[in-house]
């Protein structure tokens, strides 16, 4: 029994499709807080029990038979964060569960300047302290992300936001079926896996770059001031912590934490990995 929690989300949902090409539903079971949300999977024979991190009971009961369980990173940040996965990582161990795995990300690391990096970090070290056998997923930075970043600029022609750094940006397609392999193949990375990436590592000059040839028309790269940029989305709604979250996230790109690549994911996959052309290309078609 192979338990994935998260299940119901962008990267747990395709890695549960992947996990059912792979073994008989019957040996799949998922962990979502609204078992309402996951009746597709039920009916095609996945075990659903109700898990929420802050409800260590019911993660026993999600839990309950597994063999191993891979628990999808909380999109909460901090204490909340560590604390959730601590909850779910304990669970895991008291279920019986032989190996956990977890989503950790290829810049986790202490002092990172991006607030999630931390969390993922005590997250690794944590589960290396559980006497539990684990392999922490160094994935590269969501590609979908750079959809976020893009703003307006297939409307105005401009790209605008802070000064930033070369970005590994991978598919969630690939990382969910790189875990499936991963999960298929017990045992296959013990610890913190080398990070799995995108061959290349990408600005967002060269984001402005792919558009332009894409749409045919010029997308330039404005590099926005700071507090402009963080005032500009407080403007728009977004919460300050927030901001200063994602300004996070342009300033560790700029100290070349996500620059790392590695060749790892592909020959998981034993084929290429998506580029990030192909993204960009299906953002452009939809707008």
Same mark, same amino acid.
């Given at each position: 029994m192979?338990?994935?929690?998260?299940?119901?989300?962008?990267?747990?949902? #395709?890695?549960?499709?992947?996990?059912?090409?792979?073994?008989?539903?019957? #040996?799949?079971?998922?962990?979502?807080?609204?078992?309402? /949300?996951? *009746?597709?999977?039920?009916?095609?024979?996945? !075990? $659903?029990?109700?898990?929420?991190?802050?409800?260590?009971?019911?993660?026993? %009961?999600?839990?309950e038979?597994?063999?191993?369980?891979?628990?999808?990173?909380?999109? #909460?940040?901090?204490?909340?964060?560590?604390a959730?996965?601590?909850?779910?990582?304990?669970? @895991?161990?008291?279920?019986? @569960?032989? !190996?956990?795995?977890?989503?950790?990300?290829?810049? &986790?690391?202490?002092?990172?300047?991006?607030?999630?990096?931390?969390?993922?970090? &005590?997250?690794?070290?944590?589960?290396?302290?559980?006497g539990?056998?684990?392999?922490?997923?160094?994935?590269?930075?969501?590609?979908? +992300? $750079?959809r976020?970043?893009?703003?307006?600029?297939?409307?105005?022609?401009?790209?605008?936001?802070?000064?930033?750094?070369? $970005?590994?940006?991978?598919?969630?397609?690939?990382?969910?079926?790189?875990? *499936?392999?991963?999960?298929?193949?017990?045992?296959?990375?013990?610890g913190?896996?080398?990070?799995? %990436?995108?061959? $290349?590592?990408?600005?967002?000059?060269?984001?402005?770059?792919?558009?332009?040839?894409?749409?045919? !028309?010029?997308?330039?790269?404005?590099?926005?001031?700071? @507090?402009?940029? +963080?005032? %500009?989305? &407080?403007?728009?709604?977004?919460?300050?912590?927030?901001?200063?979250?994602?300004?996070?996230?342009?300033?560790?790109? /700029?100290?070349?934490?996500?620059?790392t690549?590695?060749?790892?994911?592909?020959?998981?996959?034993?084929?290429?990995?998506?580029?990030?052309?192909?993204?960009?290309?299906?953002?452009? %078609?939809?707008?």
């Amino acid at each position: 029994m192979i338990v994935i929690t998260g299940a119901t989300g962008l990267l747990g949902s #395709q890695i549960v499709e992947r996990l059912v090409q792979r073994f008989p539903a019957g #040996q799949v079971g998922v962990s979502v807080r609204d078992t309402d /949300r996951a *009746a597709d999977l039920a009916a095609r024979g996945v !075990r $659903v029990r109700r898990g929420d991190f802050t409800d260590p009971r019911s993660l026993a %009961t999600a839990f309950e038979g597994a063999t191993q369980v891979l628990i999808v990173s909380t999109n #909460q940040s901090g204490e909340a964060a560590v604390a959730q996965h601590v909850a779910a990582v304990e669970a @895991a161990r008291d279920a019986g @569960a032989r !190996r956990i795995l977890y989503t950790s990300h290829q810049g &986790a690391a202490e002092d990172s300047l991006f607030a999630p990096m931390p969390d993922h970090a &005590a997250t690794e070290g944590y589960l290396s302290k559980t006497g539990t056998p684990f392999t922490a997923l160094r994935n590269g930075f969501y590609a979908d +992300t $750079v959809r976020l970043l893009l703003g307006q600029a297939l409307e105005t022609g401009e790209l605008v936001a802070p000064a930033d750094g070369p $970005v590994s940006w991978t598919a969630h397609a690939d990382l969910a079926e790189a875990a *499936a392999i991963i999960l298929a193949d017990e045992g296959r990375f013990d610890g913190p896996t080398p990070p799995l %990436t995108a061959p $290349v590592a990408l600005d967002l000059q060269d984001v402005a770059g792919i558009l332009t040839e894409l749409t045919g !028309r010029v997308i330039r790269r404005v590099v926005a001031d700071d @507090a402009e940029w +963080t005032a %500009t989305l &407080a403007a728009h709604g977004v919460p300050a912590d927030r901001a200063d979250m994602l300004l996070g996230m342009f300033h560790a790109s /700029r100290r070349g934490e996500f620059a790392t690549t590695g060749p790892d994911l592909e020959s998981l996959l034993q084929r290429p990995a998506t580029p990030l052309r192909s993204i960009l290309e299906e953002a452009v %078609t939809r707008r």
